[in-house]
């Protein structure tokens, strides 16, 4: 198993050739490429009776591998439109395009970047494509699903605040879900329909997803579990650590989940060098000595990504994410804000209030 993005081919020929429980090769490079992932989906067909049809959940992909490819291509999907890199992680390289036009400049820009960087968001270990996709109206989710020989044992749901355009970020969340049961359920099944139709069977995967007015639409399938804090998040909440779950799995033993029953309601902000800069430096209020030791004695959940918060102007990066618990959903908003207004991290370029309205 891998918790690494870039390491999920590798992890594949590794279990394939020792005959250990994982993803083969074939369900590694459907996953790992997104544009793939959705062709996948539309051509799969229901396995189960009654279960709805993976390509109800698919969207519309073009590929753009050279900028000629971005010519012609609102005959085929939509703008506004989605420009994405094939391999890449963590919104890396993702841009809200309005047109062909903005399409193409921005396509050229990022293939600069690709160009200087090594860093490991990118993907660029496996290539440079891109793809454009159709831009699903409705909220974001995050899905973490847990599967045992092809069997659902438990699907945690994490609920996104509005994103930050054009490069459409989440820059808040907060879990357990905030909706209504019957749209948990749909978004559970479409999950559980997705990571079934590339061939993932045994595992911690991770499932990001639109709820549009019509019913969920899949943003892209992760073949490793979540990334980022929300492991840690997910532990607080449900007092159970899928990491360990993952271990259990992939040694072919069936953990014994009981139904996960959630202890708080636990909401966060992502901080990205863009927005942050300021306040995260030494002049601020919030550096990050400060907010570890408001994170030691309990006031905030602080998990720190980058070493240095440094404005690049390529490309917005994570620095940290800074958290709170809560008995309720309006109990975390209430103090979340308190927290972001104290150490700064509320500010005009990062309205808090905004990023988490839709949580209700």
Not at 207 to 228: A, D, H, Q, S, Y
Not at 244 to 266: D, K
Not at 283 to 309: D, F, K, M, N
Request: net charge neutral; with cysteine; proline share 5%.
């Amino acid at each position: 198993m891998t918790v690494e993005e870039g390491h999920i081919p590798l992890m594949s020929l590794v279990c394939t050739s020792l005959h250990l429980i994982g993803i083969t090769p074939d369900v590694a490079r459907k996953v790992k490429k997104k544009s793939l992932t959705q062709k996948s989906l539309k051509e799969s067909s229901a396995n189960i009776s009654l279960s709805p049809d993976p390509s109800l959940f698919a969207v519309k992909t073009h590929e753009v591998v050279r900028s000629d490819d971005v010519v012609g291509s609102s005959n085929t999907i939509q703008y506004p439109a989605v420009l994405k890199l094939e391999y890449g992680s963590g919104c890396a390289g993702v841009i809200l395009v309005k047109d062909e036009a903005e399409c193409l400049a921005r396509y050229d820009n990022i293939q600069k970047i690709l160009k200087t960087t090594d860093d490991t968001i990118f993907g660029t270990r496996h290539g440079n494509d891109m793809h454009l996709a159709e831009y699903a109206l409705g909220s974001k989710h995050n899905v973490d699903i847990i599967m045992f020989q092809g069997k659902i044992l438990a699907a945690l749901i994490s609920d996104g605040g509005p994103t930050r355009v054009p490069n459409l970020l989440s820059m808040a969340a907060c879990t357990p879900s905030c909706l209504p049961p019957e749209k948990q359920r749909q978004l559970v099944t479409a999950t559980f329909q997705c990571v079934r139709a590339v061939g993932l069977t045994d595992g911690v995967f991770n499932v990001e997803l639109k709820m549009t007015p019509t019913g969920p639409k899949l943003i892209e399938i992760n073949g490793r579990m979540t990334g980022l804090a929300n492991r840690d998040f997910l532990r607080i909440v449900y007092e159970t650590d899928i990491l360990f779950l993952n271990y259990l799995i992939v040694c072919g033993i069936q953990p014994n989940v009981q139904p996960m029953e959630p202890r708080c309601q636990l909401m966060w902000v992502t901080c990205t060098s863009a927005a942050h800069a300021k306040a995260l430096s030494r002049s601020g209020t919030a550096t990050p000595e400060v907010l570890a030791e408001a994170h030691s004695r309990g006031e905030i959940l602080y998990h720190q990504r980058e070493t240095v918060p440094e404005a690049d102007p390529a490309y917005e990066k994570i620095f940290c994410q800074i958290g709170v618990k809560g008995e309720s959903v309006s109990d975390a908003k209430r103090k979340l804000l308190d927290v972001c207004k104290k150490y700064g991290v509320d500010c005009a370029e990062f309205p808090v209030d905004y990023f988490l309205s839709t949580f209700v």
